[in-house]
């Protein structure tokens, strides 16, 4: 299993929001590109996708930007997958053959399993964890 | 995420030979393909990759064919997902960009987590499945 480069940029922008959050503020879409070394037009596509899920909001105009639409607690890693990539886990198993139901089955456990990691990771869960990664960038 | 077809078809054949599992008798490729609805040449290729993971064994000959290496309660759906797909869960994540760290350490934690899950899922354990499972047919 791996997640999508999508799901990686749009989480890199979510931890980027939650620092910069204060509920009135907005980043600019080419100042968040450019910390995350990811282009404009992917950076925006995705914002676009977060805001449409109800996790960002954006403010249009010469000052404009996106700023979390939530504080950064209140959103799980969760719903940015599945924002992103349309559920955690995909269980689409062949109905066909003798196991169809039995493998149907154990993937739906594992998935809601994974749900509820997900589920219980918020952004601020995200971004606290720079507090110790961060320091390999200064020894 | 998802698994991938060849997973779910490995998944398929190790509940087959957990069913027929006595520790002597080997299951026909033909058999193990029809059953479960794939090809035997895509079943051979999976059955090959679980031997070289030391997960089955073979005889050769007429009366040829495979079992399960070990007792099916001792083989977990880690050591199948490992097998086939390489890892349970690829925590590549881009080196450049200022979250790389933090999200690197989330991925990992995340990948250690779903680990955790798949190694407590054994063989037995999705063979066992079946008896509810199997009652959808029967309705």
Redesign the interface.
Known sequence: ???S?KL?NA??VM??LAGAYDGRRVSRVEDLAQ????SPSFMLQILNELRRAGMVVSKRGKFGGYMLARPPAEIT?REI?VAI?GS???T???R????A???????RE?AA??DE??AA?SVA??????Q???Q??YI
């Open positions: 299993m791996k997640f480069l990686e989480c890199r931890i980027q910390r995350e070394h990811v890693l997958v990539d955690t886990l995909e689409d198993v062949r066909d053959g003798e196991s139901a039995r493998l149907a089955a154990a993937w594992i399993s994974i990691l997900l990771t869960d995200l971004a606290a964890r720079g110790e990664g961060g390999m960038f």
